[in-house]
Structures are given as C-alpha cells and as structure tokens.
Nanobody, 121 residues
C-alpha cells in the first residue's frame, strides 16, 4: 500500500522560507513517474485545497494565492515531491499534504499525516 510521508514543516516568521518534502514510499518508480503530483493544504476550519501540481518541470500549476511565492518540483529517482515556499504569510498556516492526482485533479491515494506549517511572529 502506498505511503505518503510529508516533512519539513515548522514555525516560521512572516517573510520566511521553507522547503517541504513528500516521499512516496512503497511505490515503485514506474508507478510514481507518470503521476501528476500535487501539494494540498488544510487550514483550521477550512476545506483542504490544492495549491500546486506538477506533471513535468515544464507543466506546473499553482493556486492564485501562492503563485510567484511557491515552487513545486519532483525527483523521480527519489520518488519525492518538493514544495519550496518563500515570502510566507500568516494565511499560509496550514497542514500540508501531498498526493497524486486523478484526471479530474482529485487525490488518488490515502492521505499521509501531513506536515504543519505555522507562519507567525
């Protein structure tokens, strides 16, 4: 069974940067590679939202709220997806999750535990 393991979240001041990682363990490379991968986040009392997705380095999409500040990337050999976040704002505070996306951009696998990002002074 696929296991998604997110890491890298912590408390950071506004304007700061973080790099999140998500490793898809128990997944063979031939399954990992073709997937469209995304980062989601869920703030308290809000629905989980998709903030970035990547098929290839030339095919990436971002929510308007993070465009220009977040960069998604992937390392197929390591079966890992990254989210580089800069100029962080308090409204970026959330638990961040990764998942592969279906053709309708819905999450494909069971969720991991996520990683908490808190932006506060």
């Amino acid at each position: 069974q696929v296991q998604l393991v997110e890491s890298g979240g912590r408390l950071v001041q506004p304007g700061g940067s973080l790099r999140l990682s998500c490793k898809a363990s128990r997944m063979i490379t031939s399954v990992f590679n073709p997937n469209n991968w995304g980062w989601f986040r869920q703030a308290p009392e809000k629905e989980r939202e998709l903030v970035a997705s990547i098929i290839t380095e030339n095919s990436r999409n971002y929510a308007d709220s993070v465009k220009g500040r977040f960069t998604i990337s992937r390392d197929n050999a390591r079966k890992t997806v990254y989210l580089q976040m800069s100029d962080l704002k308090p409204e970026d505070t959330a638990v961040y999750y990764c998942n592969a996306l279906t053709g309708t951009r819905e999450p494909k696998y069971n969720w991991g535990l996520g990683t908490q990002v808190t932006v506060s002074s």
